[in-house]
């Protein structure tokens, strides 16, 4: 299992879509949410993605598909 530090980016169309839901279905991925900042028009969020790293690769592949912006942090939490 690998366990990354992810920044998820979502434009203003994807605010109200459940794609962190989607990924759980999809690829058996499990989201643990570290911070987060959603507003009208744009959100992020900071999370670990929990899976195998196939299972992980596939999903963040999927999220920038879906128009995500997917962006490792690596050991890193921001502020």
Same mark, same amino acid.
Do not use: Y
């Given at each position: ?12 169309? =994807?605010?109200? @879509?459940?794609?962190? +839901? %989607? ?12 911070? +987060? +900042?959603?507003? %009208?028009?744009?959100? #992020? ?6 899976? @195998?790293? %196939?299972?992980? +690769?596939?999903? @963040?592949? #999927? ?8 962006? =490792? =942090?690596?050991?890193? =939490? %921001?502020?």
């Amino acid at each position: 299992m690998t366990r990354p530090h992810v920044k998820l980016t979502f434009p203003e169309d =994807l605010i109200r @879509t459940p794609v962190l +839901a %989607e990924i759980v279905r999809r690829f058996d991925v499990a989201p643990n949410i570290r911070r +987060a +900042a959603v507003e %009208e028009h744009s959100g #992020w969020i900071i999370c670990d993605l929990e899976g @195998t790293p %196939e299972q992980v +690769a596939e999903a @963040t592949t #999927w999220l920038r598909t879906q128009g995500v912006g997917v962006d =490792l =942090l690596g050991d890193v =939490l %921001e502020s």
